[in-house]
Structures are given as structure tokens and as C-alpha cells.
């Protein structure tokens, strides 16, 4: 995801944090400002462009290897996870060094801005994609504008879903407008009855576990492939304009993947600090 992406995920979760949680985060980050897990939402983006981030580049994703979609999706972790790493195990990874209490703050809260954006690409389904590496080969136009179908899944269709342009400058203002309209629509609308499902594989008795619940996570997205991403075959939408038709067919896809990453992110933070969801 961009920046609408992550921080609409990052400031719904906020709403659902219990007290305790709160505080523990808050302090392990610093900031007790109104919009504290937004404002770390995007630093793992920026850090694995710099020199001493390099080597989570690939954490960001796991890929895949569909037959290609659509004639199957599926992951299967550990084998789609290569020596350098991928979202599962560095959700799991991460978790660990979050909930271990004798590494050095400044780990605890690098553990912490990882956990947060980790969730966060494990929803976007591309993420969980080999072909084209992730989509990122295939040319798109989104209403005129010229981008890849990676980013377009990224940027510009959750971006026109609030009725911004893909080059936009998105802000906490902006995410929490989003995040707002979904929190409402996980406590009295059309998610309510969702939610127990989108909890039901979350343990963190060990990594294990852990690994195994992000790997659901990561099924569940690359399920999206074969269903709508790339259902007509990943080479059918190189060259093409998506914002039509296409568009209109991702955006309940996009929305209920933030509204997932978000609840999920939440209930993950709420077992690490304070054992209960
Ligand atoms: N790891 C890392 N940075 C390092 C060393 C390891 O991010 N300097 C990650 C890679 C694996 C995980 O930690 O996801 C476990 O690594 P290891 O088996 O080396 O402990
Ligand atoms: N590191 C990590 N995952 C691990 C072990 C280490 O991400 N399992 C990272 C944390 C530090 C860096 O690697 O940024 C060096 O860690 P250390 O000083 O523990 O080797
Ligand atoms: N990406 C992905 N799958 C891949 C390669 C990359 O999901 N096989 C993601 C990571 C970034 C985006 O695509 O969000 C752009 O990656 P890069 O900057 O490595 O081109
Ligand atoms: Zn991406
Ligand atoms: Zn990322």
C-alpha cells in the first residue's frame, strides 16, 4: 500500500487498542500524539531505501508461486519464503523481538514500526504475488494516468476511493477520514458479523504460530490473485486502462482488505501488550 494504505490501517487499528496497550505503545514510540501509529506507518518504506535498510527489502512481500493465476493461487510457507526473508516470517520475526523484553528499546520500537507496516502489505494482494514480480512489470493506466498494476493496487485506486489522484499528497487527515468510515462500518454495518473470521487464527504462543496466522493472511490476499487481480491472466492487463470497469470491481476488495489489516493489526498488539484481544 502508499500512504493512504498504511496509515487508514494504522489509525483504525488505533480505535480498537485497549488502554493498556495504548500506553505501552505510545511510550515504546514516544509519541503521544493523536495519531501515533499513523505517523510510524510508512517508515519501514523509507528505511529499506537506505543503506542500512537494504536488507528488509524483501520483507515486504512473499511471492507466490501461482501456476500463474489464475489456474491456481497458493502459498506455502516455509517454501515460498527465500533465504532473504518475506512478510510471513518477518511478521514473525518481528513479533518475537516486539514481545522481548531484553532487547534494547530502540529494537523494541524498530520491531514495533515493522509489525505495523508488515500487516499492512500482507492484506494488499498483490503483495502476495510472484507474477510480473508482484505486478510491478505489468503497464497500467488509471484514468489517463500512467503507473503498473502493483501500484495501482498501492496508490491509485485507494486514492480515487476518497476521491483523490494517484500523485496525490495524502496526509493523517485524509487516512483518518477512511479509517473512520470503515471503523463504522466494522461496529454497527455491513463488517460486524466479519470480524470473529478475520480473528480466528491469531495466536502468539511462539513464532510458529505466528507464522502460521500471517500465513493464513497471506493466503487469504493471494486468494484475490486468481479471484479478481488477475483473473483474466497477469499479461491480459498490461498495456491497459483499469480505472473503468476494473476499478469498480477492486474497490470492495480494497476497502475490506484495509478493514481486515487494521482490525487484525489491532488484536495482534492488543495480545502482544496485553495477553487479550
Ligand atoms: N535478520 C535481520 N537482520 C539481521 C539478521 C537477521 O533482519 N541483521 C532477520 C532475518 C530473518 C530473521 O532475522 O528474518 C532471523 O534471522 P537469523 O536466522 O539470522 O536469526
Ligand atoms: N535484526 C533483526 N532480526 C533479527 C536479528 C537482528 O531485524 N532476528 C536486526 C536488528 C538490528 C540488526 O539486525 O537492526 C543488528 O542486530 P544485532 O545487533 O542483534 O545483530
Ligand atoms: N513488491 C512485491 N513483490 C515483488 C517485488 C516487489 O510485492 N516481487 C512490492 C514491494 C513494493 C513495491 O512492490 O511495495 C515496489 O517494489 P520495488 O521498489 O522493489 O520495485
Ligand atoms: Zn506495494
Ligand atoms: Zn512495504
Known sequence: WGTLGHQSIALLAQQYLLPGTIESVQTLLNDTTTTYLGNIALWADSFRYTPEGSFSGGYHFVNGHDAPPPESCE????????????????IGNYTERLKDHTLPVDQRQQALKFVVHFIGDISQPLHTEAFGAGANNLTVWFQGYKTNLHAAWDTAIPNAMIGFPPNAKIGNGDSLGWANNLAAAINAGKYKKLVWAWLKDHSLRNLKEEEKAATVWAQESNEEVCDYAMVKGGNAYNGTEIGG?????????????????????????????????
Open 245 to 277: 470497469a476494473y476499478y469498480e470491481g477492486a474497490k470492495p476488495i480494497v476497502e475490506v482488505s484495509i478493514a481486515k489489516a487494521g482490525i487484525r493489526l489491532a488484536a495482534w498488539l492488543n495480545l502482544i501488550f496485553e495477553g487479550q484481544t
Open 75 to 90: 502459498i506455502i510457507y516455509p517454501e515460498d519464503c527465500p533465504p532473504e526473508g518475506c512478510v510471513i516470517k518477518a
